[in-house]
């Protein structure tokens, strides 16, 4: 039986896997952000329900006079963990380094032309043409101070794909309801309560101190949760769900999640370097990618890998985002017959092999889905070798270029399609679809989705929101696989509603 004392202040937290960095403007990643916002603090956030909070900015809207200008006024009294005063100089620098080369985070705010301070608590950003979504970009990206920074030579973003390291990804100084105490990557990291956080009469701040502690093994963390080693499991696996929730003084409780699982091909190159077909690449044909679609039996891994615990997915949206409809998620059928028919028609009846690169410490049982997958594609001719490595090692992958079939995991922190289309869609440049390892690059498509951020008229941005995904969906850009469904398990005594973006927010955490 696990036994807390009522009067237990500290949240031992454990997930399967680790921030990737603690630089705020480094890596777009779930968990990163998520061990992040206990430190660092975005000017909006989202509460469970998806509705925004106001959070350094008290309020925020377009200029009456100027729509391409957008004013937010900043929460007065704030001050970083090492005491300097949060102003608007912050504000500007931080947003100023998430549109640098190296940062990952530059997507967000492409359309931001400037970033201007009024006055200390008055920030004015402009952007290229009217920009009805720019307050949905900014939950994720945090505020550093200037002199900080600035006094510990990491006003750089570290360049996490070149294998850099900077003062700022180990260290933090933010205006968070957490300050770090320690940090060792893929080990543990420990924070103690700011009592001197802005909101601290705010938010319940139940917890003095959390201590995150990442567990790759899935009956190692089961273990660690059921000896009272942990008080909260954020990933409990899907084949332990009964024993934990029928354990003495445990809960678990599940939500729906905002991600899509899918499969990625680089339709893109001319001969790939994973297979054994030489002078051309197979998956630039697109009956290929369609007979991988139809051969994936997205419900054998319902209930099989993910026992129930999943909803398979006909397209790379969550039904949380503008843009997902019922008919696109439907359109995903298995089909073996006709997916050879396919195979046979493109030229490629005796199959071919390729290598299928997959993260074994991000999603819900990724390397089991990849597994599956194997034999699946195996049924139409294709011989899948598996690559399952530690998510820091397979994500440079995709974001260099250096895979030609992987798996990846998509949340919308948006609740809009354009998140999707900038990351994922849009030809690569230097500042938009880094994640877009698939090769495909249409120009005509590009101005479309460019214009998304711009469109004030809401029927046709949505008609031209369909008309992408419809591109999307018969270019087969992605091979969908399921929506990802959450189970957390803590203590009974533990107070933390499941978050959609499975980002838990400990300041609204209680100890019942």
């Known amino acids: 039986m696990l036994a807390l004392p009522a009067s ?9 896997g680790d921030a990737l960095t603690l630089d705020p403007h480094s890596q777009n990643e779930g968990q990163t952000h998520t061990i992040r916002h206990q430190m660092y603090d975005a000017l909006i956030i989202r509460d469970v329900t998806g509705a925004f909070e106001p959070s350094l900015a008290t309020d925020w809207g377009p200029k009456a006079d100027d729509p391409n200008v957008w004013v937010f006024n900043l929460r007065q009294g704030v001050k970083f963990h090492n005491g300097n005063d949060f102003t608007a100089e912050d504000v500007v620098f931080s947003y100023n380094r998430a549109k640098t080369p190296t940062s990952d985070m530059k997507e967000l705010i492409n359309s931001v032309v400037e970033v201007r301070a009024v006055d200390d608590y008055t920030v004015e950003m402009v952007t290229d043409g009217p920009n009805p979504i720019l307050p949905a970009n900014l939950t994720d990206l945090f505020i550093m101070d200037k002199d900080w920074t600035e006094e510990n030579n990491t006003v750089k973003v570290q360049d996490f794909e070149g294998g850099e390291i900077t003062y700022a990804t180990t260290n933090v100084n933010g205006t968070g309801a957490y300050k770090l105490v320690s940090r060792e990557p893929d080990v543990k990291t420990v924070m103690v309560r700011n009592d001197d956080y802005w909101g601290r009469d705010q938010f319940p701040m139940a917890y003095s101190d959390i201590v995150h502690t990442p567990i790759q093994n899935a009956a190692t963390r089961v273990a660690a949760l059921l000896s009272g080693e942990i008080n909260f499991l954020q990933d409990v696996p899907v084949q332990d769900l009964e024993r934990v929730s029928s354990a003495d003084g445990l809960v678990v409780k599940t939500a729906p999640q905002n991600r899509v699982i899918f499969f990625g091909m680089n339709q893109g190159a001319d001969d790939l370097e994973a297979d054994n077909v030489d002078g051309k690449n197979p998956l630039a044909d697109v009956r290929v990618r369609r007979a991988m679609s139809m051969a994936i039996n997205r419900d054998a891994i319902k209930q099989v890998v993910m026992r129930g615990q999943s909803q398979p997915a006909g397209m790379i ?9 019922a008919a696109m998620d439907g359109e995903s059928k298995t089909d073996l017959a006709a997916a050879k028919a396919l195979m046979a028609e493109a030229g490629y009846g005796d199959g071919f092999s390729i290598r299928l690169d997959c993260p074994n410490d991000r999603y819900i049982n990724d390397e089991g889905i990849c597994q599956a997958a194997v034999g699946m594609l195996g049924q139409i001719g294709i011989t899948v070798n598996l690559d399952a490595i530690p998510k820091a090692q397979h994500f440079p992958k995709i974001t260099e270029g250096k895979t030609d079939f992987y798996m990846l995991g998509w949340g919308v922190p948006t609740y809009d399609t354009e998140y999707i289309f900038n990351f994922l869609v849009h ?10 390892g698939t090769g495909f690059d249409n120009d005509e498509l590009d ?14 941005r949505n008609a031209d929101i369909a008309d992408i995904w419809r591109v999307v969906q ?3 850009l992605y091979i969908p ?16 509603e499941v978050d959609p973006e499975n980002q838990p927010m400990i300041k609204h955490a209680t100890v019942n």
């Open 474 to 476: 018969d270019e087969q």
């Open 427 to 436: 030809g690569r440049e230097d500042s938009i679809g880094t994640w877009n």
């Open 317 to 325: 949206a969550p039904p949380f985002v503008n843009g997902w409809t």
């Open 447 to 460: 101005a479309k989705i460019k214009s998304l951020a711009s469109n004030t008229n809401l029927e046709q």
């Open 8 to 16: 237990a202040e500290t949240l031992r937290w454990a997930s399967a």
């Open 481 to 496: 696989i399921h929506h990802q469904v959450l189970n957390w398990a803590m203590g009974d005594n533990v107070g933390i």
